[in-house]
């Protein structure tokens, strides 16, 4: 029960992101390009973040000279 | 989405996609491209795709409920094919139905039906040839009656009458001041007249006074000779904003600098002022100081058709260098017979307040409309009285997604997208009549209710509750 509100609610969702993106007007296989190319993106930004996340903040700490 | 575009035109140049559309010949495939402009850019990426909200087949009398003819494609909206079911009793959002003339009531169009058996329904003649008949003369006089002005004539198509007379009004070496959101015919008939022509900002008066004053000081653009004539061309009713012009102001400015006035009157004209004479009637100001008055019988008398009035001379000279006048055939006698009926029942000469009571009934249903929609947080454009609300969807996804969920509630309503709005402000035009009852414009509150939760279209941040807070007591002391 709980499972099918959510997946209406994601749907719902979806479907916002579809209108204001303007995919809506696409046919189903430029959606699907475009969404492929969004999450590449996102995922790479992803791994970038947490390959290089720690050494960042470890480089802003010791700026600050909070830890040496 | 402009990224995909590219991509499937460059996908349609190499061969990949079937082009559906026109196309050079083989031979010609060397020559200056005639399909590539960018309006055809758009038009084969993106109107093609929420093409199915446009051109819907009807199947029944455009009054405050229709028919529309079903309608499938299979291939994303290059083709369509009729199903062969009608949706019935769609409530009609979108025709200029503003008085409800649209009807076939038997008993009223009685005198209509006598016309035709007397006339028949051809002319085959222009005006001034063989085409005058008794009917368009006793037309004539009675839309002079109706606007309070000297005299007028009539036209057999509204867009004709402003393109076809504008260039029998000015010539070269006239000025053209027009608004910058002038419908198309004027442009059109502005640009044939082969006058100058300067666009001021919408219903913006220091724009237009700067152009007065910059017109006069210096003359014609090389010469620096006077200018023959300077014509400020305005409309009643913007279709597109719903806003009304500033007519006080536009004269005062006019009477200053000692300009003429074009007034199109096409959405206005029995639709706002308090028994239905237009523009000038709701700002209470003499008809006779426009120079031209010009209007469509199209919006809201039910027929077809335009009308020029004005003064004797003006329109005496308009029945014989008027394009229109000597080359378009004549306006066909049942047609000229429902504006007759139509303008008498307006003005209660035919004995009955219902003429009256349309004009009330739409003011009230107007209102309404509007002010429920503003409560309701949608941005609406226009003024309060003018029965053109514009409805703003900002977004070319939500244009095609608003349309068709309202047909599916069978609701029809007219959504306009890039050329004739920026294409950032795409927006859906409602347009009130007066035979909508309380309960269609309930029932068309409560679908935008939903839907504008469904598809996010509540962008107000002005909204303001529509129940009332309930105190115990008053907030003011009352002396008893």
């Keep these: ?68 | 989405m402009d990224i995909t575009k590219k991509k499937r035109d460059f996908l349609r140049a190499v061969g990949f996609e079937k082009c559906h559309q026109a196309q050079e010949r083989e031979e010609q495939k060397d020559f200056v491209p005639l399909y590539q402009d960018f309006e055809n850019f758009y038009k084969r990426n993106l109107y093609t795709r929420v093409r199915d909200n446009w051109n819907r087949p009807i199947c029944s009398l455009p009054g405050p409920v229709f028919d529309v003819m079903e309608r499938v494609s299979d291939d994303y909206n290059w083709t369509f094919r009729l199903t062969g079911r009608t949706i019935e009793n769609v409530i009609n959002m979108g025709s200029y139905n503003y008085l409800g003339f649209a009807e076939n009531n038997v008993d009223f169009l009685k005198t209509v039906a006598e016309e035709t058996r007397q006339y028949g329904v051809g002319v085959c003649s222009t005006r001034q040839e063989l085409g005058n008949l008794s009917t368009h003369e006793k037309l004539e006089r009675l839309v002079a009656e109706f606007l309070g002005v000297e005299s007028a004539m009539a036209f057999g198509m509204g867009f004709a009458t402003n393109s076809m007379n504008i260039p029998a009004l000015v010539g070269k070496g006239c000025l053209i001041l027009s608004d910058e959101l002038n419908h198309t015919s004027l442009i059109l008939g502005a640009r044939l007249s082969g006058a100058t022509i300067r666009v001021f900002k919408h219903n913006n008066m220091q724009s237009l006074e700067k152009m007065l004053k910059d017109a006069i000081c210096s003359g014609q653009p090389r010469t620096h000779r006077a200018w023959k004539k300077i014509l400020i061309m305005v409309e009643g009713i913007y279709s597109m904003e719903g806003s009304l012009v500033r007519l006080p102001e536009i004269l005062a400015l006019k009477k200053k600098y000692k300009a003429y006035l074009y007034l199109d009157e096409a959405h206005s004209i029995g639709a706002v002022g308090p028994t239905g004479r237009g523009v000038t009637e709701y700002f209470g100001v003499d008809p006779n100081e426009v120079d031209v008055l010009m209007g469509t019988f199209t919006k809201s008398f039910g027929a077809a058709g335009g009308y020029i009035a004005g003064k004797k001379e003006l329109v005496d000279y308009l029945r014989s260098h008027s394009h229109s006048a000597v080359y378009a055939t004549a306006m066909s006698p049942p047609v000229v017979e429902q504006i007759i009926r139509a303008i008498k029942c307006i003005m209660g000469v035919d004995g009955t307040t219902e003429g009256q009571r349309r004009v009330r009934q739409l003011a009230e249903n107007t209102r309404y409309l509007r002010s429920r929609l503003k409560e309701m947080g949608f941005i609406i454009y226009g003024n309060q009285d003018s029965p053109v609300v514009p409805l703003l969807l900002y977004l070319p996804g939500k244009v095609g997604a608003f349309s068709r969920a309202m047909l599916k509630r069978k609701i029809g309503v007219v959504v306009v997208g890039f050329p004739a709005t920026p294409i950032t402000e795409a927006r859906a035009r409602f347009c009130v009549s007066a035979a909508h009852t309380r309960e269609m414009l309930d029932k068309v509150l409560q679908s935008l209710d939903e839907l504008g939760d469904d598809i996010k279209l509540k962008f107000s941040r002005h909204r303001s509750s529509y129940r009332p807070e309930l105190y115990d007591e008053t907030d003011f002391e009352l002396d008893s």
């Design chain 1, 1 to 68: 029960m709980a499972l099918a509100d959510a997946w209406k609610q994601l749907s719902w969702f979806y479907y916002q992101y579809v209108l204001v993106t303007a995919l809506y007007m696409l046919e189903p296989w430029e959606r699907t390009i475009f969404n492929s190319l969004l999450i590449t993106v996102a995922a790479m930004a992803v791994y970038t973040g947490y390959v290089f996340m720690p050494q960042h903040i470890m480089a802003i700490l010791h700026y600050f000279e909070v830890v040496q």
